[in-house]
């Protein structure tokens, strides 16, 4: 988070037991607080400022409206020796994605393998926290989700996929892992939120509206949104000039086994469906872990993969630069610093705790603003 000098530093420990109570106080039960707030605080810990306390009011907004159950009841449609099927009710995303990640890395240590499709679940925070648990078993992890519709199709200009992240973890012999964790759009709906909340313009060629023109003001840029006349443009950009059709075919992949495999919501849908009066905001989650183990020794493929990741570093670079990084690295480092100095809040953020605290009666947190 950048861009504005009037940032404050709250310690993590604090803001993640903020955040799990702020849940608690919602409904949600205790252990399922802990995992929703643990997913939370990792995404602010990393660097990844648009998917952690950013969300939480997100959330409790959603909540409170009742397009979130709060009590997470998990129905298993099939179950077989390497692969499930679950439906997540319109529960607690995080807490249905801990779960399913578990499942597919229980699944690995005995068969190699594992894989757990996810239906009617909710929004999980960042895709790469799900794909790091496999890491701590000296696993490969594989995570995708689809979204609300905000990519749209090359030569298209109504969104129709969402951000759809597919991403990746693999252990290293290095002090962290390999993880790419990143949407199949330029970028997310919650990088233009973030930019609206530190008030700066977004670049050229990475939004357009309803006529294929770029938009930058990230107000203008949610509101047309809203009203389906922007969209994000998939990784490459628009049309077929810089392969755009290559994030929009990444974009589909991660539809496909989000919702397919899944017999779940998908495209135009993801929106919001009427259920008995109520709305609700269903999305599908595909996870898979796969156990090195079944291959070769884990200690043998972390070398290797670790020498991958040197080699890349090691490359001769441009001479604007005087580093290159493997993905995971930032966010390690991130982590780092962060554990030391804080979690930085800017004032849209600052205001959104204090609402949180004061409707929930929270009175035992002394933020330092």
Avoid at 105 to 112: L, P, V
Avoid at 207 to 223: A, F, Q, R, Y
Avoid at 228 to 250: I, M
Avoid at 253 to 258: F, G, M
Wanted: hydrophobic letters at 35%.
């Amino acid at each position: 988070m950048s861009n504005s000098d009037d940032i404050v530093y709250v310690g993590a420990d604090e803001l993640e037991r903020f955040m799990r109570d702020v849940f608690i106080g919602l409904g949600v039960p205790e252990d399922d607080a802990k995992i929703i707030g643990n997913v939370l605080i990792a995404s602010d810990l990393r660097g990844i400022d648009t998917h952690g306390i950013q969300r939480c009011k997100m959330y409790y907004d959603r909540i409170k409206e009742g397009i979130y159950e709060v009590e997470t009841n998990i129905d298993v449609i099939k179950d077989g020796p390497t692969t499930a099927l679950w439906d997540g009710n319109c529960g607690m995303g995080h807490v249905i994605a801990y779960k399913a990640m578990r499942k597919a890395i229980e699944k690995a240590k005995q068969y190699g393998l594992g894989a757990v499709a996810v239906r009617n679940s909710t929004h999980f925070g960042i895709a790469g926290y799900y794909s790091l648990m496999a890491i701590e078993e000296g696993m490969i992890g594989l995570t995708t989700t689809n979204a609300r519709p905000s990519i749209p199709p090359t030569f298209g200009v109504e969104p129709m996929l969402g951000t759809n992240p597919l991403t990746f973890a693999a252990p290293t012999d290095e002090e962290f892992p390999f993880c790419l964790d990143c949407a199949t759009s330029i970028i997310q709906r919650g990088k233009v939120e973030l930019y609206e909340r530190l008030e700066k313009d977004l670049p050229e060629g990475v939004v357009i509206d309803d006529e294929g023109k770029s938009m930058t003001n990230p107000s203008k840029i949610l509101d047309k949104m809203l009203e389906r006349k922007a969209a994000l443009l998939p990784l490459g950009g628009p049309g077929e000039e810089k392969s755009g059709y290559k994030g929009y075919g990444y974009a589909t992949i991660v539809e496909l086994l989000s919702a397919a495999l899944q017999d779940g919501i998908f495209l135009r849908d993801t929106l919001g469906i009427e259920e008995d009066g109520q709305k609700r905001l269903k999305v599908g989650h595909f996870f898979l872990a796969i156990n090195i183990e079944s291959f070769l020794p884990l200690e043998i493929f972390k070398k290797t993969a670790g020498n991958i990741m040197r080699g890349l570093r090691s490359a001769k670079k441009e001479p604007s630069s005087d580093r290159i990084y493997t993905a995971g690295e930032k966010e390690s480092e991130a982590e780092v610093e962060r554990e030391k100095q804080g979690i930085p809040l800017n004032e849209s953020l600052r205001n959104d705790i204090k609402t949180m605290q004061q409707e929930l009666s929270l009175d035992q947190y002394k933020f330092n603003f």
